[in-house]
Every structure is written in structure tokens, then in C-alpha cells.
């Protein structure tokens, strides 16, 4: 699936704040790999990490320790040319459509500065095309109703239109969209969706979606994989349809169990993983072990309250950092060989339809 | 400019505030060149009373008042308009250098702000300006100019800082458009309002300060201008005649009424860099 | 039985720089006794505007142009755009209550949560301190709180669901008959989001009240509603009981918005966004406020706004003169619309 090495990766990579009430692990060694062309899901709830960990994908946060690689140099460690190369090749898309275009510039100017800069056009001229093609490219037809306005006359998924087209002035190889749907309302989210994957398909631009939405995960991530994170960890790493049908970390099966759906009989008699207890750990106290035992219905005394579970392979795509997911998971392989983790996961469409 | 004239014209008192700074701006540089000075004295005609030959009366040496109310205005404004314009340049630059560079360069310059904002500035003026003797504009300008940089410098910290970690800038920042891009082209325009309407305040401030030293007499009297006038008007004790209450209070109202547009016109203009408030 | 709030035709107007904006149209609904009703809609579809207007807490710039708000308890009726200050102050925490969608602001962050609940009830005639103090202990009780441990607290000491369950329990002092919900579980996360569902369905069970909640989340509707109304551009444009707006939608936007959002388990069927983008509710399109973005549209739908009426469901209302064509491609099937649509 991978054609040579990952395009970028984090290699055991932890990242520390310092608050006044002492220094919090936002990102605790994780490790993520990232192909060309491909999308991911970074899913969890609020403090989980997902956002920094959006953020040191991006090199705009630099690690604590660990390596960011980006095809195959340490971005931290390279220089001259490699940084820039890097930097460009990587664009952040924001979350908040109000805050994310400056105010006092209009479309055109937000597009045509960085091709101008980056000598992408000679002319004001050619810029203009060139902006005139990328709104195109991003559904903001025709452009030129669009070229004048100013942020405040675009609505909030124009906004985040223009800062997708404003991210491929530089032709990124990576977008990181943090949140980039969940503050437009609902009724355009699939639109903007489907936008970044036609990115994808058409450019073999490799995205990274940031998300707290499950369903909005569930469905970007069709074809790709979700990395579920809870307090600064990656707990489970599969792809997306194998994840939502059989969720191997009690976390992430709870979650499911959990969100509510759009659909009354199936949200109302939704299997659940009912907590141990409703509080989410504080960042600055940490329980020892897995940081969910508390609250895991299956943690095991004397292993879980002791043992840090690393994310674990258990066959195919998967991996999960649980103890007791990785030692049924395993037997579970060796007891009927490597058949049932070699099923074509990637085969959405027979799997549909069978959760519930 | 039409539409910088449409979106005042919604302000009135800016509007009246513009048509203010305009006449005296007028009246300070281009009537001279029409009106020639009429700089003898004539003690035939001292402290005459307003008439047709004199609509402000005259002086204690029998000159022209509105003669030198004309040719009184361009050292006050030049003086004011450089003393912001040095003051704002000062704050500007090195409020977002020390925002932007941050450690050291930063502290250096927050410690230096605050001694100058913790000093009593008037008691400072006087004693500058009796060691130095301002006798030409530019001296004046950059003796009141150093002594007003600091509280927009602390302001423009201020919005650099907050700026800087808008989500538009962090883009810019990934775009590598550059720091002179993100200065200049991302985060000043945010800012031009809030820069001009202190350059406009920081002119009034100027022109208290430059009157004020004039009136006590600290600075070298030459020439002629509305504090000058003033200063003069006090000093050969013309509260004391009737007919001359024209001549001690052509100044005031020249300086007043200046002022007061200047401080019009900057109520107004918040709306003028709004690009919400721009036609669409 | 009369229902226990009835709305008809509200209108609620904003002055604003560009004109009167209307943000609530003719909007009409019952809520019944023991009933859940789930207002859905978009940003800018009049759902907040209407659920203030029903507590006559809208802000200066509005007003309600037209209509009544009905509120029934022990037989008598009672219209709540006529009571005078006294009456309103009684109204709304004894008949009922507003949980507000952000619950920090919805508190005074410098006193503690004993002193809120104390004011409250002092401000409602409760002068008995002790009974007070009891009755705080049995609701914090009821919504899964350690009441020693919370009334002690401030709001900013407790965590987002925390406060939101206080808030629940605050709206529960004067045993309302209708709770009014802003967008209870919005900014909260997942599991604690469950949690609230749970407390809130459970709390119904025990208490009895009706519930009237608001939210731009189709799958709160899903859980809790016994019946939806989904609105677009200030205007009710469906009324169905929760499985008829989910399985058999009559009104092309409640198609829209149901397509709009995937679920997380079971089939993804049809995903789709609306095209276009809500209308300007200063100078709404002529006709259905849905039809530029409706592709059913006809040139009758610009000819005049489309009246609510009776679809071939009971108890089913949608303001489309194309329902039949609707009918014809959803039918009746007990199947989300997605995968009907698929």
C-alpha cells in the first residue's frame, strides 16, 4: 500500500506545556505514519492531544523529544532549502472560518500574495488567473464574484473554501485540517468533505483531519484510517470501517457504544460500554499505567494500574494500546491463524451494514 | 476616497472635525504666501478694538492680530506634526520589533517604557528644554516626541502580541510569506486605525506641550506664532485692557478650535478602516 | 386534554441597521404533557430566537410581531405574552424553566453553586432556608452530583458536564411542567454527552415534565424527541412524530439535513450536503425561503410561502407542495432516508 517510505512521520514524539500548575504532557510518544495520498483521522475528545499533535505534524510545534521526519530528514535537525521545502509542503487548515482570513485583505489579495512570493506568478495578472483557478478548483464559482469580497461578506464554508485554495498556492503535499467542518453549519459539512478528498484524489495531496466528530470521521475516513487518542496517547490505530464495526480498545468501543446517532431506533438501542467513571483524568495527574484504567470496565488490577500499554500491532492494519485488547486479540489470531485479520478491510461496502 | 468621504460623511462631528484641519492647515500654509507679514510697529494704533482695518484688533505695538493669528499657525502644526509623526515611527517600529524578537530586545525595551511612562514628563520638558534651548522645530519635534513614544509603544506590543497568534498570521507564517509580509502586509493594516487616531492624539498632546513651554518661557521666543502671541499677550498685560480681548483670545481659540478638530476627526475615523463598513 | 404549551403563528422581528429581520415566521406547535419536542434547524433558522420568546427573555431589538404562546397548567390557560412582571417571574421557573445552552455564562461565576440555588428560590418566594437546602440535596441527588461536595463549589471548579447536570437540577427547583433546553449537550464531549441523554431521559421518567429542547443535532432529536419540528428560515417547515421525520420526511429540507449528517455506525447510504447557503432573512426569496436550494423545486414554490399542512401520515404537517412527489420517492418504510435514498 505504501509506494517507499512513509511521505512524514512522527517517531515517538512527546510534547510538554508548561501551565502554572505544573508541566502537562499534551502528546505522549506517539508515533504516526503518513503515506502520499493518504487521509487520516485524529478522533478524540477535548484535551486528548489531537490538536497538538496536528500542530507538530505541521512543524509549527517543535517536540519535546522525538523526530519528526519528513521524507525521511528530521525536519527540527535540516535547514535552509529542506526546512522551507518542508514547511511549504505542509499547510494547516484552521478550525475557526472567522479568524483564519485576515480581515482587512480581500480574496484575491490572500491568494495572490503567496504566488506572487514564491514566484508562482510573474505578473498581478497572472496572479490573478492563477486565484481565479483556485477558486474554481475549490467550488467558489464563478471566481469572479469572489476575487473583491472581504472575509465578512463570505459566508463561514466560503471562508473555509478560500483557506483550502489559499493552502494550495504553495501545492502542499500534506493538509492538516484541524476541525476544519465543525464550525460550519451542518447542512455543508459533507461538501467541504468531499472537497479535501477530491484534493486528495486529484493531487495526491495526503490530508490529516482533525476531528471530534465520529460521524464526520466515519465518513471522511471511508477509505483511510482513524487514530483514536485519549489523554495525549494513540489507543487505537485502524482503519476506518474496521474501527466503527469493532472497536478493539475500550475507549474507542465506548465512544461508538456512546455517540449518538441521527437515527432513532439505532441510536436507541445502541450496544454501550458503560464507564467505570465519568472523569476524565487531569493532564497533571496522571494515573499510573494505562492513563484509562479508572475508568475501564475490563482494566485488570496488578497489570493495568502498573504497565503502560504500548500501541501494539494485532494483525493487519490494527493496533491498539491495550493489555488485554492485544492479549485476546492475539490469542484470538493464533487460535484461528491469520485468516480473520487478512479480510479485505479495505472493502467498505461488504462490511456496510453489518454493525448496529 | 469617495468612499473614505461617504463612510466620515455618516459622522458628522468627523466630518466638521476634517473641514476644521483643513482650514487651519490652509490657514497656517497657504495664507501666509497670499497675506504678507506685517511685522512694524505702529504705536499710533496699540490695542485697537476689532474694525473693518483690523477684524482682530491689534496688538501692544499697534500690529494686525488676525495678521499674526495667520502667520502664527505653520511652526505649531509643523512642530505638532513632527513630534507625532516621531513618536508614532518610534512606537510602531519598535513596539512590534519588541513583540515580534521577544527576550532580551523585549525586556530592554519594556524597561525602558516604563521609566519613561513613571517619569513626571512636564517637569522633564521644562528641564530639557532649559538645557537645550530648542531654538528650530526639528529639536522641538524630537524633545516632545521622546517623551510620548511610550504608551503607544506599550499598545502596539500589545496587538503584535495578539495579532501574531491569529490563525491568518500562523498561515502566512506556513505560506513563508516572509516577516516583512506578515508586518507589513498582515498585521499593521489591522492596526492603521488605532495608529492614526494616535498620531492624531499624540499632535494635540504635541501642541499642549510646545505651548505650554512657550507660555512659561523656556524656550528661545523668535518669530511668530500662536503661543508666542499668547505668551506676549500676557506679558504686556493685555488682560488688563478692554479693547485688547481679541488679541489674548485669537490664540486660544486658534489653538482650541484646532485641537478640537483634530480630536473630531479622530472619533470618526475607526469607521474609515473598517472594511465591514465598506461598501460591498 | 389541552396541550401544556401551545405556540401560534409567532412571529418574532429584529430591528437591525438593514431593516426588520424576521427571525421567527407563523410559527406554530403544541408541546402535550409528559412530551418531548425537538426543535431542529441550522444556524439562522429562528430555533434560539423562538425558544427565548417563549420565556420572554428577547433582547431590546426585538420584539413578537404577531401570535400567541398558550401555557396550560391545572386547567387554566394562560397566554404568556400578556402576564405583567409578577406573573412572568413566577412563570418562568414554577411553570418553565430555561437551561441555557452555554452553562458557564449561564451562572454568576463569584458565588457558589448554594448561593445560586438559594437565590433562586428566595427570588420565587421559598424562604425556608432549610427546605431550600433539601430540596437542592434531592434534585443534586437526582442528577448524579455529591451535593455536599457541589453546592461548596463555584462554577468554574466543576467540569463543563458537571455544571450542565447543576444546571439541570437549578431548572428542577420549582418543579416546572416544561423544561426548555438551548442546545443542552453542545460543547460537551462525547461520553459526557451520553451521560446528560441518560440523566435527562431518566429525570422525565421519574419527574413527568415536558421537554422542549433546541439544537442543531439531528441525533439529539434522535434520542430523546417524541416529535420534531424542523425549521428553515424562521418558519416551521415540518411537524412529525421522531420516527416519521426520520424514516418518512415529507419536507425536502429535513431530506437535506438528514443526508447532511452520517452516521457513525450502520449503512452510510446517501451522504449529502445542501447546496447553497441559508437565505438573508432581512429580503428572503419570494415564495418557499427553501426553494433555491431545493431540488424539487418548481415555479409554483416562488409563487407563495407553502402553508403547513397534513401529509399522509397522522399527526404529520410539512409546508411543501411537493410532498407527494416526496412521498412517492421516500414511501413509509421504518428506513433511515439515507439509505432509502442509496
Redesign the interface.
Known sequence: MTNGSPLIRLVHVTREFKTPAGVIKAVDDVSLDLDRGEAICLVGESGCGKTTTGRLLAGLLRPTSGELLFEGNDVWRSRGADQVRFRRAVQLVHQDPYASLNPVRTVEQVLAAPLRHHRKAQTAKQARAAARSLLQRVGLTPPDDFLHKFPHQLSGGQRQRVSIARALTVDPRVIVADEAVSMVDVSIRITLLDLLLGLRDEFGVSIVLITHDLAVARYFGRAGRIAVMYLGRVVELSATQELIDDPAHPYATALIGAIPEADPDLTRSKQRLPLKSADVPSLLRLPPGCSFHPRCPRAEAGLCDVLVPALTPIGGTRSVACHVAVRERTALAAATGPFRFDLPWVDIDKSEGSAG | MIETLRLLSRRPVALIGLGGVIFFVLLAYVAPLVVSLQDAPDVTSVYLSPSLAHPLGTDYQGRDVLNQIVHGGADILTVAFLAAFISTAIAVTFGSLSATLGGRFDAATLGLTDIVLTIPQLIVLIVVAAIVHPSSFLVMAVILALLQWASLLRQVRAQVLSLKERDYVEAARSLDLGIFHIIFREMLPNMTSYIVIHFILAMTQAIYAQVGLIILGLVPLSGENWAIMLYFARDQGALYFRDSLWYILSPILAIVLFQLSLVSLASGLEDIFNPRLRAA | MDPILSVQELSVEYATRRGALRAARDVSFDVESGETVAIIG??GSGKTTLAVALVRLLPRNARVSAGAIRFTRDGITRDVLRLDDEELREFRWRECALVFQSALNAFNPVIDIWSQFLDTARAHGMKDTKAVRDRSFELLDLVHLDPERVLRAYPHEL?G?MRQRVLIALGLLLHPALLILDEPTTAL???????I?DLLRELRTKLGFSMLFIS????????LADRVVTMYAGRAVERAG??DL?YRPRHPYSI???R?????????GS?????G??PDLISPPPGCPYHPRCPLAIDACLAAVPPLLPVDMPRHDAACIRWQEVARTIGTA?R?VAEKLA
Open positions: 441550522e444556524s467540569s458536564g464531549d462525547i461520553l459526557t454527552q451520553r451521560a441523554i442543531h443535532d439531528l441525533s439529539l432529536a434522535a434520542e421522531v420516527e426520520f437535506g439535513l438528514l447532511a449528517v452520517p452516521r457513525v455506525t450502520g449503512a452510510l451522504v449529502a450536503s445542501i447546496p447557503s441559508p421504518e433511515h
